[in-house]
């Protein structure tokens, strides 16, 4: 069983920069890799960024990349989610995510095992 625990979530204006954390424990707390998504009210659980267990890979969804990097530091068990140039667009609750094997895909929610309980960003105009 692995545990996920986000944290830094919050209400920043427009332009702003937010750092999410994640800290994850437990057998194989590391996994095989991890990812972020998000969430709006009324809508799927939208894929953001996804890195490899070295952490050499990452992968970004269009409407995140060159805004967000995704990073982990693996003798502190943490995967991060760093922010810029926030949009309104970008208010929702973010999860993070770990798959312990390379079944599925990076981009998919079917490719990941343990899950957040999730973090609100809101990002006012």
């Known amino acids: 069983q692995v545990q996920l625990v986000e944290s830094g979530g919050g209400l920043v204006q427009a332009g702003g920069s937010l750092r999410l954390s994640c800290v994850t424990s437990?057998?194989?707390?590391?996994?095989?890799?991890s990812g972020w998504f998000r969430q709006a009210p009324g809508t799927v659980r939208e894929f953001l960024a996804a890195?490899?267990?070295?952490?050499?890979?990452?992968t970004y969804a269009d409407s995140v990349q060159g805004r967000f990097t995704i990073s982990r530091d693996n003798a502190k068990n943490t995967i991060y989610l760093q922010m810029n140039s926030l949009k309104p667009e970008d208010t929702a609750v973010y999860y993070c995510?770990?798959?312990?094997?390379?079944?599925?895909?990076?981009?998919?929610?079917?490719?990941?095992?343990?899950w957040g309980q999730g973090t609100q960003v809101t990002v006012s105009s």
């Open positions: 437990g057998r194989t707390a590391s996994g095989y890799r």
């Open positions: 890195i490899s267990r070295s952490g050499t890979v990452t």
């Open positions: 995510a770990t798959a312990v094997s390379a079944v599925g895909s990076p981009t998919s929610r079917e490719g990941y095992d343990y």
